[in-house]
């Protein structure tokens, strides 16, 4: 019944499967992962810090991505949150407070889409851990500061270099952290882990303004395919590194 209403109302169905309803069916949603995996992109921005995605960035979790972020199919917050939670809990710091950093976007595109993708499925993945062990909230400690000109068609080092100074720590989310008065562990969250640039960037800003930051984490991870020898070769992210914190 509730699917059919929803088919009826949205017109829209499962964005996996398509299935008329709901924007992601009992089915589909039983598919998404229920923990992250290590991965790194390659080549590796030097000193990225730890990162894990759920799942590669193909079929449902793709869709799930683009359909929240360029659709504003907002009802997939809380699956993506989910499937972010998963990731994120066993990355915890126990000591600390765990502070999920959304990766921002531009302002206009924020107001171009309406929303502000990242934050609402990290907002959602904070939900989803809640409870669940280690103290975890949710502050937008990071502005964007220079113009970024779209990273689409860039290679790795052309967007790193695009990157460098574009992301600031806002002062005044530094000094609510600060009056937190405890130790705090910082995981920059995003939806797509690419060439890792972003990441470092983000990782860039928050470590000099003397905010440690214990890993990234995100939904999903490219895989990078470089033609070799005239044939096009998949460089999968290495899965091999086993998660050694950064020491607080
Ligand atoms: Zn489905």
Do not use: I
Request: hydrophobic share 45%; glycine share 10%.
């Amino acid at each position: 019944m509730l699917d059919s209403w929803l088919d009826l109302v949205h017109g829209a169905g499962c964005v996996g499967c398509a299935a008329p309803g709901r924007s992601l069916c009992r089915t589909c949603a039983a598919r998404l992962p229920g923990a992250g995996r290590p991965v790194r992109p390659t080549p590796c921005p030097d000193g990225l810090a730890a990162c894990f995605a759920a799942g590669d960035y193909d079929d449902l979790l793709r869709a799930m991505v683009l359909a929240h972020k360029e659709h504003g199919v907002f009802s997939l917050a809380d699956p993506l949150g989910r499937a972010l939670a998963a990731v994120a809990l066993p990355v915890l710091d126990p000591g600390s407070v765990n502070v999920l950093v959304p990766v921002p976007s531009r302002p206009a595109v924020v107001r171009e889409r309406g929303h502000d993708p990242v934050l609402r499925f990290v907002r959602a993945a904070a939900r989803r851990l809640q409870g669940r062990g280690p103290v975890v909230c949710v502050t937008q400690v990071l502005e964007q500061r220079a113009p970024v000109h779209d990273q689409a068609g860039l290679s790795s080092g052309q967007r790193a270099a695009n990157l460098v100074g574009s992301m600031g720590v806002r002062q005044a989310a530094r000094e609510a952290l600060a009056r937190r008065g405890a130790a705090v562990s910082l995981l920059v969250c995003d939806d797509v882990l690419t060439t890792g640039a972003t990441a470092r960037e983000a990782q860039r800003a928050l470590e000099g303004s003397g905010l440690p930051v214990r890993a990234v984490v995100t939904v999903t991870a490219t895989r990078r395919r470089l033609p070799v020898a005239g044939r096009p070769m998949s460089l999968s992210y290495l899965p091999a590194l086993p998660f050694s914190p950064r020491a607080d």
